[in-house]
C-alpha cells in the first residue's frame, strides 16, 4: 500500500480474517485484533489515525505469518532465518508501538482501540505488566466487550505464573 492510502473498513475486516485464518495465531492475540477492527468499523474509525496504525500492525502481522507458513512448509527449520524473522517481527510491533502512540485518537472509540493495539504489541514482546496497563486503559475508555475482560484476566493469570513460583512447585499449604 502507497503512503496516503488508507484502508476501508472491508478491507480491514478483509485483514482481520485472514490473520485469524493462521493456526499459530493465539486466542488471546485474535481476540484483541477482533475488538480492535470490530470497534473501528462499527465506529467508522478506520481512516482515522489510531485506524491505520491498526491496519499497518495487522498487515505486518500477515507477513510475518505468511513467512512462517512457508518456513513450516520446508524438510528442515533454518535456525538462523527464523531468528531474523523474529527480529523483524519485534522491529515491526516496535515500530507498531510508536505508531500507536503518536496516534492522536479523536474519540473514546480511538483511544480504546489504541490501548488495545498497544496491548497486542506488548503482549507479543513478553510485557505482560505493559498489557495489562493498556487493557485495563482500554476498559477505563469504555471498551466493554465481554472479551476484553475475558483476555485481560487471562493476561493477569500468565502475569501471575511469570511472577510468582509455578504452583507445580507449591507445596500443600500453598508456599
Same mark, same amino acid.
Given at each position: 500500500?502507497?503512503?496516503?492510502?488508507?484502508?476501508?473498513?472491508?478491507? $480491514? =475486516? #478483509?485483514?482481520? &480474517?485472514? *490473520?485469524? %485464518?493462521?493456526?499459530?495465531? @493465539?486466542?488471546?492475540?485474535? +481476540?484483541?485484533? /477482533? !475488538?480492535?477492527?470490530?470497534?473501528?468499523?462499527?465506529?467508522?474509525?478506520?481512516?482515522?489515525?489510531?485506524?491505520?496504525?491498526?491496519?499497518?500492525?495487522?498487515?505486518?502481522?500477515?507477513?510475518?505469518?505468511?513467512?512462517?507458513?512457508?518456513?513450516?512448509?520446508?524438510?528442515?527449520?533454518?535456525?538462523?532465518?527464523?531468528?531474523?524473522?523474529?527480529?523483524?517481527?519485534?522491529?515491526? $510491533? =516496535? #515500530?507498531?508501538? &510508536?505508531? *500507536?502512540? %503518536?496516534?492522536?485518537?479523536? @474519540?473514546?472509540?480511538?483511544? +480504546?482501540?489504541? /490501548? !488495545?493495539?498497544?496491548?497486542?504489541?506488548?503482549?507479543?514482546?513478553?510485557?505482560?505488566?505493559?498489557?495489562?496497563?493498556?487493557?485495563?486503559?482500554?476498559?477505563?475508555?469504555?471498551?466493554?466487550?465481554?472479551?476484553?475482560?475475558?483476555?485481560?484476566?487471562?493476561?493477569?493469570?500468565?502475569?501471575?505464573?511469570?511472577?510468582?513460583?509455578?504452583?507445580?512447585?507449591?507445596?500443600?499449604?500453598?508456599?
Amino acid at each position: 500500500m502507497a503512503m496516503g492510502e488508507y484502508e476501508d473498513d472491508e478491507r $480491514l =475486516l #478483509e485483514l482481520l &480474517e485472514e *490473520l485469524e %485464518s493462521f493456526e499459530a495465531v @493465539s486466542w488471546e492475540s485474535a +481476540a484483541m485484533q /477482533e !475488538v480492535a477492527v470490530e470497534k473501528l468499523v462499527t465506529e467508522e474509525e478506520a481512516n482515522s489515525e489510531v485506524g491505520q496504525a491498526v491496519a499497518r500492525l495487522l498487515r505486518s502481522e500477515l507477513r510475518y505469518y505468511r513467512k512462517m507458513e512457508e518456513l513450516a512448509q520446508r524438510p528442515s527449520l533454518p535456525g538462523e532465518e527464523l531468528g531474523r524473522l523474529n527480529a523483524a517481527r519485534k522491529s515491526a $510491533l =516496535l #515500530e507498531s508501538v &510508536e505508531a *500507536l502512540t %503518536s496516534a492522536l485518537p479523536h @474519540s473514546l472509540t480511538a483511544r +480504546a482501540v489504541r /490501548e !488495545v493495539g498497544l496491548a497486542y504489541c506488548y503482549y507479543l514482546l513478553g510485557h505482560l505488566s505493559r498489557t495489562i496497563a493498556h487493557l485495563e486503559r482500554a476498559l477505563e475508555a469504555g471498551l466493554s466487550q465481554p472479551l476484553v475482560h475475558l483476555v485481560l484476566g487471562y493476561v493477569r493469570y500468565q502475569h501471575t505464573l511469570q511472577t510468582h513460583a509455578p504452583l507445580d512447585q507449591l507445596d500443600e499449604q500453598g508456599r
